[in-house]
């Protein structure tokens, strides 16, 4: 194996990919505002600005400021070189954004469903891929790939292992995906996805250790550590929703008894309002919203009953992580109103003073755009890393 050091063809590469992030996350930019902000010297950052116009990821306009001489020509990241399709898959939805390459939505498509059965939500899945397809503009790459962020734990093949709200064993979802549409397909776990559109676009951006919780029909969490989206050995970590909060407590898809998301998710406050109201229909978070908001005092104290049990899963990951920052997310985010009191009283009660004192409670920006955007980005960061990992086992 070559040294990193000894193989130019590598530091040009990671040289190349170093500009154009530059480019993009500070532009507009002189070359030698590069060239001062990176350390590389002007002609490196001509010619790799050069190859960069060539593949039409960086364009030039006007002219900047100038400091005596000529003004200089600025670079832009052209967002617009290729689009990326992000899908949330949650238990009974399908969100599909279609975004550029700087993660702005150029169009979304939303499809409810109640047949939860392979087959049917992949068809359902690929309509929704032909469906944001069907709008995109025309660019230099066209669909540089798609992200699927799903309910249940994924394995680096791409392979749903085990998604307990869906009732899916071991399904190839990467592959399905890549043989119907023939580019390179990112499957991962729904929080992992929605904790870092979060810190990418949403209310963690100022923030470098963040436990996300990704309240829907079930619960997850995605851990951003040290600035780094935190995936465990197997990429499986988050999975909080299945830790026991009840040791006598009923029996969960899991397999296992008492899990957190039997008390404190969407499904919960659905099952509890289905009892209240003695029906056997299903009422939707929506209708509870709104009669929360008429004042019926059993509907906000369901609210409440919920926002208690999510402050008491959250305190135990926060006496375990010190977060500066707990982000509530998904569906559950929707009743904010209803559930925050709750949350911070039990944080208040049972938190430790120490780990309390410099957290933050807060709630998604991105609303219910968290995962489809943060998968979105996986598979833009991809595209724009591509190749630079490749000679490293020359
Ligand atoms: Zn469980």
Redesign the pocket.
């Known amino acids: 194996m070559t040294r990193v050091t000894g193989n130019p063809h590598l530091i040009k590469k990671i040289n190349k990919s170093l500009v154009l992030d530059m480019i993009k996350s500070q532009g507009p930019l002189s070359r030698a505002d590069v060239a001062q902000r990176s350390g590389l010297n002007k002609g490196t950052v001509s010619s790799l600005v050069k190859e960069l116009i060539d593949e039409e990821l960086v364009y030039e306009i006007g002219q900047g400021e100038s400091s005596g001489g000529r003004r200089p020509v600025l670079l832009l990241f052209n967002e617009k070189a290729g689009y990326s399709i992000g899908i949330d898959l949650g238990v009974h939805y399908i969100l599909g954004v279609l975004t550029d390459l700087q993660g702005n939505v150029v169009q979304e498509k939303r499809v409810t469903f109640h047949n939860k059965e392979y087959q049917a939500v992949l068809a359902l899945i690929k309509e929704t891929i032909h469906d944001l397809l069907s709008h995109m503009p025309d660019s230099r790459y066209g669909l540089i790939g798609i992200g699927i962020g799903v309910p249940g734990i994924v394995d680096k093949a791409g392979t749903v292992l085990f998604a307990?709200n869906l009732s899916w064993k071991d399904v190839p979802l990467k592959q399905e995906i890549e043989a119907a549409f023939h580019v390179p397909v990112i499957i991962d776990n729904e929080a992992n996805a929605g904790a870092y559109g979060e810190k990418r676009l949403g209310a963690g951006q100022e923030f470098r250790n963040i436990i996300y919780v990704s309240a829907g029909i079930?619960i997850g969490v995605g851990l951003v550590l040290n600035g780094e989206l935190y995936r465990g050995t197997s990429g499986f970590s988050g999975?909080s929703?299945?830790m026991?909060i009840e040791v006598d407590g009923p029996p969960?898809?899991?397999?296992?008894?008492?899990?957190?998301?039997?008390y404190a998710s969407e499904q919960a406050l659905l099952e509890g309002a289905q009892s209240l109201f003695a029906t056997e229909e299903t009422v939707s978070l929506e209708t509870l919203l709104d009669l929360a908001e008429k004042q019926y005092q059993e509907v906000v104290q369901l609210f409440h009953r919920i926002g208690r049990y999510l402050g008491i899963g959250i305190n135990n990951l926060v006496n375990t992580f010190n977060p500066q920052q707990v982000i509530i997310g998904n569906r559950l985010s929707m009743a904010k109103q209803w559930i925050e009191p709750a949350i911070q009283q039990v944080i208040a009660s049972h938190t430790l003073p120490f780990h309390r004192a410099n957290l933050n409670i807060h709630f998604s920006k991105l609303s219910l755009y968290s995962t489809a955007l943060g998968i979105s980005f996986f598979v833009i960061e991809d595209f724009l890393k591509k190749g630079e990992k490749v000679e490293v086992f020359l």
Request: hydrophobic residues 20%; charged residues 20%.
């Open positions: 307990p079930g999975e929703g299945h026991t969960c898809r899991c397999g296992s008894i008492g899990c957190w998301e039997l």
